[in-house]
């Protein structure tokens, strides 16, 4: 049986979560171990293709040491789905009340969405603390969650949504900010050619980088 997470340790695993859309399960397991050989212990498998679910179930079975989340989690259906297949976590772009209630009963930790202050606020009168702020750069980078940050203190965030190599340090400075996503590090195109040489080279790049 694995340990239980909780948000916070989701979100203190490395510095940047991999966010990835895999089209063929094949390249799941491959995937999980070359971020493994490159210091990262964690991975976001967007629930975007027919073969997301197949992907988190292949991860988890030949690599349990890779803890696998599920992204773009938009259901309960969803959320149950990502359970059964083995994820360990689960986040979602937004978070309606309907799904961060039926997330507050889940085996595993769900970290909703949001983009503003209000919504924010939302989820805290819910229970949760640990968001993730989506689409980052253009809601307005790190000067908008830094001006969220200053009245909601309590709130912490995994901004995520066109951030780059260069971008997050800026990020990862800030005191609410425990991580950040990336989709840099395992682009769909790396992943389709299987360049895992590529990919190895952009994870211990982030896995350099400091919060």
Same mark, same amino acid.
């Given at each position: 049986?694995?340990?239980?997470?909780?948000?916070?340790?989701?979100?203190?695993?490395?510095?940047?979560? &991999?966010?990835?859309?895999?089209?063929?399960?094949?390249?799941?397991?491959?995937?999980?171990?070359? #971020?493994?050989?490159?210091?990262?212990?964690?991975?976001?498998? =967007?629930?975007?293709?027919? +073969?997301?679910?197949?992907?988190?179930? *292949?991860?988890?079975?030949?690599?349990?040491?890779?803890?696998? !989340?599920? %992204?773009?989690?938009?259901?309960?259906?969803?959320?149950?789905?990502?359970?059964? +297949?083995?994820?360990?976590?689960?986040?979602? &772009?937004?978070? =309606?009340?309907?799904?961060?209630? +039926?997330?507050?009963?889940?085996?595993?930790? @769900?970290?909703?969405?949001?983009?503003? +202050?209000?919504?924010?606020?939302? !989820? #805290?009168?819910?229970?949760?603390?640990?968001?993730? @702020? @989506?689409?980052?750069?253009?809601? !307005? %980078?790190?000067?908008?969650?830094? %001006?969220? !940050?200053? &009245?909601?203190?309590?709130?912490? @965030?995994?901004?995520?949504?066109?951030?780059?190599?260069?971008?997050?340090?800026?990020?990862?400075?800030?005191?609410?900010?425990?991580?950040? %996503?990336?989709?840099?590090? *395992? &682009?769909?195109?790396?992943?389709? *050619?299987?360049?895992?040489?590529?990919?190895?080279?952009?994870?211990?790049?982030?896995?350099?980088?400091?919060?």
């Amino acid at each position: 049986m694995s340990e239980k997470l909780t948000s916070a340790h989701v979100m203190s695993l490395t510095p940047v979560l &991999p966010v990835v859309t895999i089209e063929d399960v094949g390249h799941a397991e491959p995937l999980a171990r070359v #971020l493994l050989a490159s210091g990262i212990n964690t991975i976001e498998i =967007t629930l975007r293709t027919p +073969a997301a679910l197949g992907a988190i179930r *292949a991860v988890a079975d030949a690599a349990p040491e890779m803890i696998v !989340g599920a %992204g773009t989690v938009l259901s309960e259906d969803d959320l149950k789905a990502a359970i059964d +297949a083995g994820a360990r976590y689960a986040l979602s &772009p937004g978070g =309606t009340k309907k799904l961060m209630k +039926a997330a507050e009963h889940a085996s595993i930790p @769900f970290i909703p969405g949001v983009a503003t +202050a209000s919504e924010t606020m939302r !989820g #805290l009168e819910l229970g949760y603390t640990h968001f993730k @702020f @989506f689409p980052a750069e253009q809601l !307005g %980078g790190v000067a908008a969650i830094k %001006g969220i !940050g200053a &009245p909601l203190p309590a709130a912490r @965030f995994c901004p995520t949504g066109s951030i780059t190599l260069e971008k997050a340090p800026a990020y990862l400075a800030l005191n609410n900010v425990l991580c950040v %996503g990336g989709s840099w590090i *395992a &682009p769909n195109d790396k992943i389709k *050619a299987g360049d895992w040489a590529a990919i190895e080279e952009a994870a211990k790049k982030a896995v350099a980088l400091k919060r």
